[in-house]
């Protein structure tokens, strides 16, 4: 199947710094790109969806200011968690949904945040 | 909203014994109804799947059956072997739900003793 990469797939940083997640599908082009984030032993909960060349949807809750989505390419969209602080710490999850994979998502490896 | 709810892990199991994961589902109409599975550092990848009342989605010896009336999709698998040691998800797309926008129960382990 297709291939989608995160990077860091761990990364510690100190509190009221930013902190960029990169998503990559590697062998196909991502028109679409979710982005979840899963708590300890909780549900993958879907934080927002990005199209290439627009702004990204916010699910309700969600904080825009707080966790910017750029998604400038078809294979690459990047998730930053500003000015991050302990209660950001988390694990999170990207998924890309291309024009030739109809149907089915692809889903990155994660990457986990701990904000000391 | 819609949600998933999937029984809590983990699950241990012996090698060759049966697996059964629970899975059911609170949504309108007719959803779309999926298991993927997370391999220890991998990314999810998608099981098997079911579109409409009383499908049965099968895969790498996985079966999974829509079923309305008890609106659940409970994943089964009659002989597991240790590879099958991973967390799975139970997950769902709203009926004409665009975007593919999956809700997902909240995952169970499984592992798998030689």
């Known amino acids: 199947g297709a291939v989608v990469s995160q990077h860091p797939s761990w990364v510690i940083c100190k509190s009221g710094t930013s902190v960029k997640i990169e998503c990559r599908s590697l062998?196909?082009?991502?028109?679409?790109m979710f982005w979840y984030r899963q708590f300890p032993k909780q549900s993958l909960m879907l934080m927002a969806t990005s199209n290439e060349g627009s702004k990204a949807t916010y699910e309700q809750g969600v904080e825009k200011d707080k966790f910017l989505i750029n998604h400038a390419s078809l294979t690459l969209s990047t998730l930053t968690v500003t000015s991050a602080h302990p209660e950001d710490s988390s694990f999170y999850i990207c998924s890309a949904r291309g024009l030739a994979v109809t149907g089915e998502l692809f889903f990155g490896e994660g990457s986990r945040l701990t904000v000391l | 909203g819609d949600s998933v709810t999937q029984m809590e892990g983990p699950v241990t199991l012996s090698e060759e014994a049966f697996l059964t994961i629970n899975c059911t589902y609170t949504a309108t109409g007719y959803p779309s109804l999926f298991w993927y599975v997370q391999y220890p550092g991998e990314g999810l990848q998608l099981l098997l799947k079911a579109t409409k009342a009383d499908d049965k989605g099968s895969n790498k010896g996985f079966e999974a059956t829509y079923r309305k009336e008890t609106t659940s999709f409970h994943l089964e698998k009659g002989s597991v072997q240790v590879s099958d040691s991973a967390v799975y998800f139970c997950?769902?797309?709203?009926?004409?739900?665009?975007?593919?926008?999956?809700?997902f129960g909240g995952g169970t382990r499984v592992l798998v003793k030689p």
């Open positions: 062998d196909f082009q991502a028109t679409t």
């Open positions: 997950a769902l797309v709203p009926y004409k739900a665009a975007g593919n926008k999956l809700t």
